[in-house]
């Protein structure tokens, strides 16, 4: 069966109800979706462009107001609860789940705002750590909760860098902007283009006929961190170079396909390749974004399968298991592009389907998957959602 995200209103009460029976008060709720990257990958740290979509799979926080400085949070994920001093946040990362809330607590604060004590409450639907960004869920959802109950106000802008610094210092992930933005900013049915060095974003509506369809790979390679910092810097290493013949250039975002041609006896191979899956990816996104406005998810799917064959040959950071999906992927009826997202390595394949398409797409892939890896593969068939929000019970 596809996991198809279950009804909010059902979620909402049961959330409700178990927040009850843990803190005797009932909740005030709050929730922020996962988001997926439909293009644009290992671009946000070259001030590049990225086109991500909030996904209706969300992280949900319970909470209630107490009258003393503590904070009590209880996720139920780990089943696990954790209490916090609001007077002693401060501190490195401890490499556990609640770095995520006290980072964010201390982070408000941090912005002059003094925040009340809360009980607290985490319900998950976003898996955790499969690239469909639960951390930044958990950040948004947790600054709206406290917000919320301290009546302190924030800009959606400064909302979204208050979650993304919470993450570098107290969770000590060196994030870019992207999750964060989408989680706040998401819009219903839209994909957002996000330039990552200006933060000036698009709103690009997604066809009623078409899902997003992700599918977990369900591995996780050890390699993705420490690759992950070596692309890095290659990166950087290129603009070096680059940066002897085009003074100007700050980042990759700045050259041409025609700057690296120019260049590329000056590059060595593999930095070549790093530049070119760099440079090359921007201008896809700003097809991609084209192929959306005018209607053509034929050449959206197409862009996204030379993503994928960019993040493969030229980036490196693809596997055999997210090459697999891709292929089994584009031989299936009624599909128009597929390609790893997310840093790679593991993780998930986004998907853009025709709708009655789906059942089929997914239990083909499926089977094929368990027959040449063994592994039982995820499927989570998405709609383009809303971000951040107080939960709002439907009357009647
Ligand atoms: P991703 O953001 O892709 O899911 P990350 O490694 O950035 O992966 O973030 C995952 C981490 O976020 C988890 O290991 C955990 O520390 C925290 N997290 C996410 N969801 C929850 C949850 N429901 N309860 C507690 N911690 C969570
Ligand atoms: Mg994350």
Redesign the pocket.
Known sequence: MPTIAPNLDCIAGSLAERFQKLYGTSPHIFLAPGRVNLIGEHTDYNDGFVMPAAIDFY?WVGVAKRPDRILNVY?E??AEMVQLSLAALAGPPRKH?SD?VRGVAAVLQAAGRTLSGANLM?Y?Q?P?????????S?EVSTALALMAISEVEFSPLELVKICQRAEHEYAG?RCGIM?QFIAVCGRADCALMLDCRSLEHQILALPDDVCIVICNSMVKHELAAGEYNRRRADCESGVKILQRHLPNMRALRDATLADLQQNQPLLPQRIWRRCHHVVSENQRVLGAAEALRSGDLAGFGRLMYESHASLRDDYEVSCRELDLLVELASTCEGIYGARMT?AGFGGCTVNLIRSEAVDSFQSRVTESYKKATGKTLEVYVCAAAQGARAWQPLVG
């Open positions: 992280i996720s994920h780990f789940w995520y985490i998950s976003v955790l750590g499969a690239g469909l960004s639960s951390s930044a958990l992930t999750d997310g």
